[in-house]
């Protein structure tokens, strides 16, 4: 270290700077292993992404320069577009619902459940938060399937006219995949959501009370305004989860039937990996980490201000 | 506070409806793992005469032993190196607030909501390039760096609320800036550091996507890229599916239920600093 703080300390004159100069090096030493990992692993890779999407490309040949060639086939081709679509379709069941539910059953968990009750609530709901997405794809896979436990109960119940395939359904692939979505992120939501509700002072309740409010008048105006920032972490969470969403898809539909249930994620997958079209693949690629921005900022922006 | 006993009870019902719901995925494989292997179960009943010998099955086939030492070698691989680099990092811009680390961390935040499909595409080919590719290397690397835009903003919140005056008083007593980092703040950051690492294992072990295309070789990969390969070849002999995701599941709960305080709340607070 010593030495080679020698090396690059300044000429004799400007001695006096020495030892900002010094830290300057010293604290960039510090920062440069994770700065070397990210930019090796992450930057350049962007930037390659950049660069691809501007080319024609079969991942082995020549590359040949075709400008926004490779945009403007992400918005011509349907099955494309429609992937982008897809996952907007997905933020209401990824995102909205969760977030939407899991307020209402965290205030209700609130108000009902204290001690060892709420304690295993928490747990239990918090589970499917923990395991692989893969496995949440191959359980519900085979609960919506045919001869599967949802089917099961429909008939059992009498309902038989409603028992499909639901995953291989052109209307119901896709609300099937937001039902898993569903069951991984309400827990988490909720619990998240819980979490802050306890923080709230109890005295606020409890004036509420005394002035007569019911539940949905306290939830209107104590609970949703005073959990503004955690509802911003929610849909932050939930809304990438469903825009950059692939393994629960890859795993329980692969994108059909037909591109029902496409998403961007899956796209650019088999663009990129089955077709060979690194263009179009990289294209895509680039407008989802856009479109992500695009989202995340504002709801940032509108749930933290305050705070800052 | 006071509420009435109808709300008290309705309140409670639907709790106990959301618990079977999310329980219910669970037990419905559980039941279905012991059915006769390649059948088509029906319904959701005890089977007449559990097939326990599934399990062994299962185990046997999804190379049960490799998967769980590659999973482990991945995880013991990614999760000190990348706390170790990272806190470092976050130790230079919140704590020695080099100049040009307002810069550093804006180029670290801008990786925050990058999703893993952005760049996937082009990490193959890189990975290609460096030799990399189908190693368990391809998925360690690649994660250490996905990792560091959430990891050091994650501790740089820590070393921001560090008084600077335990840095002064350190260097005036003589110590180096190795000193005062390895000696007296890596000590005082244990408790964000652990719970950092519990998430970073937990998205480790869970990877999916980059151990799929990163990685041929499902012995190789993580648990839940090995689980996708064993989906791809028993996709049709449901009973054995179940088994073996059942058993690949087995580790991750076991250490939930143990751990659960420390894993919902590693969780949570990612989210709400992330």
């Given at each position: 270290m010593k030495q080679r703080s020698f090396l690059l300390a300044p000429r004799p004159e400007a001695n006096s700077r020495r030892p900002i100069r010094r830290e300057l090096v010293v604290g960039w030493l510090f920062a440069l292993p994770a700065l070397a990992f990210y930019a090796l692993f992450v930057l350049v890779p962007f930037l390659m992404s950049l660069e691809y999407s501007f080319f024609r490309w079969d991942g082995i040949g020549v590359m040949k320069w075709v400008g926004l060639k490779n945009y403007l086939t992400v918005f011509e081709v349907p099955v494309l577009f429609e992937s982008i679509i897809n996952a907007f379709k997905l933020v209401l069941f990824f995102s909205l619902i969760p977030v939407g539910l899991g307020l209402v059953v965290a205030s209700v968990m609130h108000k009902v459940a204290a001690g060892t009750f709420g304690s295993v609530a928490r747990t239990i709901l918090f589970l499917p938060q923990v395991i692989p997405l893969v496995a949440a794809g191959i359980i519900w896979g085979w609960i919506l399937a045919m001869p599967g436990l949802l089917n099961e109960t429909l008939r059992a119940t009498g309902l038989e006219s409603w028992a499909r395939a639901w995953l291989g359904d052109f209307d119901w692939a896709l609300p099937a995949v937001g039902m898993i979505g569903i069951w991984v992120l309400l827990g988490f939501c909720t619990v998240l959501l819980a979490t802050a509700i306890a923080k709230i002072d109890p005295s606020l309740f409890e004036s509420a009370r005394i002035d007569g409010s019911n539940w949905l008048q306290e939830f209107l105006s104590i609970t949703v305004p005073l959990l503004r920032q955690e509802i911003g972490v929610c849909l932050t969470v939930t809304i990438i989860a469903a825009l950059a969403a692939f393994d629960i898809v890859y795993v329980s539909t692969g994108g059909g039937p037909g591109n029902a249930t496409a998403v961007p994620g899956i796209q650019i997958y088999i663009l990129a990996f089955t077709e060979q079209r690194i263009g179009p693949a990289s294209a895509l690629a680039v407008l989802l980490m856009v479109l992500v921005l695009l989202v995340i900022l504002p709801i940032q922006r509108l749930t933290r201000e305050e705070r800052s | 506070m006071k509420i009435s006993r109808l709300e008290l009870l309705t309140g409670r019902l639907l709790l106990l409806v959301l618990m079977v719901v999310t329980l219910l995925p669970f037990i419905s494989i559980f039941t279905t793992a012991l059915y006769p292997s390649n059948t088509v179960p029906s319904g959701f009943g005890w089977p007449a005469e559990p097939q326990w010998v599934n399990f062994v099955e299962a185990f046997q086939v999804a190379n049960m032993l490799v998967l769980l030492g590659s999973s482990s070698f991945i995880v013991l691989a990614v999760v000190p190196v990348a706390l170790l680099i990272s806190t470092m990092a976050a130790f230079a811009i919140g704590q020695l607030r080099v100049p040009g680390s307002r810069f550093l961390l804006l180029l670290f935040v801008f990786?925050?909501?990058?999703?893993?499909g952005g760049i996937i595409v082009p990490l193959y080919y890189l990975e290609r390039f460096l030799g990399l590719y189908n190693t368990r290397l391809a998925v360690v690397l690649p994660l250490i760096a996905l990792y560091m835009p959430f990891a050091v903003f994650w501790m740089r919140a820590h070393f921001v609320g560090v008084s600077p005056e335990i840095s002064e008083a350190a260097k005036v007593d003589g110590a180096s800036t190795w000193d005062l980092f390895w000696r007296i703040h890596f000590p005082l950051a244990k408790a964000p550091m652990a719970s950092l690492g519990i998430l970073m294992a937990v998205w480790t072990w869970n990877q999916f996507l980059l151990a799929l295309v990163l990685v041929e070789d499902p012995s190789q990969r993580t648990m839940a890229g090995a689980l996708g390969a064993f989906q791809g070849h028993y996709a049709t002999n449901v009973p054995l599916l179940c088994a073996g995701t059942v058993l690949i599941l087995i580790p991750t709960l076991v250490i939930f239920v143990l751990f659960q305080r420390q894993i919902i709340a590693a969780l949570l607070q990612g989210a709400v600093k992330g």
């Open positions: - | 990786g925050l909501t990058l999703p893993f």
